[in-house]
């Protein structure tokens, strides 16, 4: 059910934020999808492109 799996979702975004501090660059070497750039960055646990503002969560 949908109201379970944003529990879930918010947990795991509470926790990423303790150990992945905002502003932590991608050094995995991973692209962005969107515009192929390499500025990937983490932002409220999420992976965020500083160049076209993709955002990817979970």
């Known amino acids: 059910d949908s109201e ?3 529990t ?3 947990g795991v975004e509470r ?3 303790q150990y992945i501090p905002d502003g932590t660059r991608d050094e995995t070497g ?3 999808p969107m515009c192929k750039s390499h500025s990937l ?4 646990g999420c992976l965020v492109c500083t160049d076209c503002g ?5």
């Open 4 to 6: 379970s799996i944003n």
């Open 8 to 10: 879930w979702k918010n």
């Open 15 to 17: 926790a990423l934020k």
């Open 30 to 32: 991973k692209q962005c």
């Open 41 to 44: 960055v983490y932002q409220e």
């Open 54 to 58: 993709y955002s990817k969560c979970g």
